[in-house]
């Protein structure tokens, strides 16, 4: 029996980091541990405006004027989502909520389903590593394979270890200054979040720096530990 089978309602996550500190790899791993699903505001609102909704016809109009959707449309896109059956397990929010307002927000959103957000994991980076971390990443070009300058380079220079591509690309956005511009953004944005959560309980930090195999192991300790009624 999986854990997810074990669980009597929903169990649902905020994961909060930067780009770069592997909140896609961790949130694979907590979907297959748990039967979660990851839920990216982008995804929801492309996700919505694809199956005609409601609110993805609203969050369409929007969009269609080059405006910002509201949080009101995105909580509609939401709790249209939160009623499909793959969910039932419980989900991974990332993305959403921005701003103190969005948090409290979805607070009433799932209270009103019987829910709560169960556990928010903050991924903390330190940043001048993490510069280093985005900024060396390169993939091939052929089949996507990731490499890096430093931490993994193919065994011959220039040639694709999976498919014997030679040609490697770059994210133009992956260099210092650029990460360094998304870091400090991302610490202002989040810190209004991060007060707000651990004034309630549920916030724990991970060290994203770490071993990949112990950022899953200190995940899945908070995810198993949930206490579900």
């Known amino acids: 029996m999986t854990e997810a089978t074990t669980r009597t309602r ?35 609102l492309r996700g919505a405006v694809a199956a005609g909704t409601e609110a993805g016809l609203a969050a369409k109009a929007v969009m269609e004027r080059g405006e910002l959707v509201s ?21 991974i929010l990332d993305g959403f909520p921005r701003t103190a307002g969005q948090a409290a927000a979805l607070d009433d959103l799932m209270a009103a389903r019987g829910q709560q957000i169960d556990a928010v994991i903050s991924l903390v980076v330190d940043d001048e590593a993490m510069v280093g971390r985005v900024s060396g990443r390169y993939t091939c070009a052929g089949c996507g394979e990731g490499y ?4 993994k380079q193919p065994a011959t220079a220039g ?16 260099n210092a200054e ?22 309630r309980g549920t916030l724990t930090e991970i060290d994203a720096m770490a071993e990949i ?9 908070i995810v198993g530990k949930l206490t579900v009624v």
């Not at 890096?148 to 931490?151: A, I, L, P, S, T």
């Not at 650029?178 to 004034?199: G, K």
């Open 10 to 44: 929903p169990v649902n996550l905020i994961l909060l980091g930067p780009p770069g500190a592997g909140k896609g790899t961790q949130a694979r791993m907590l979907q297959d541990a748990f039967g979660l699903v990851q839920l990216s505001t982008g995804d929801l």
């Open 71 to 91: 949080d009101a449309i995105v909580l509609n896109v939401l709790r249209e989502r939160l009623d499909q059956p793959d969910v039932a397990a419980g989900i």
């Open 148 to 151: 890096h300058d430093q931490f």
């Open 159 to 174: 040639t694709c270890d999976k498919c014997g591509g030679t040609t490697m690309k770059r994210r133009p956005d992956d």
């Open 178 to 199: 650029t990460v360094r511009t998304r870091l400090n953004a991302y610490h202002a944005d989040t810190a209004p979040l991060i007060d707000y959560y651990a004034a």
């Open 213 to 221: 195999e112990a950022v899953r192991s200190g995940m899945t300790a």
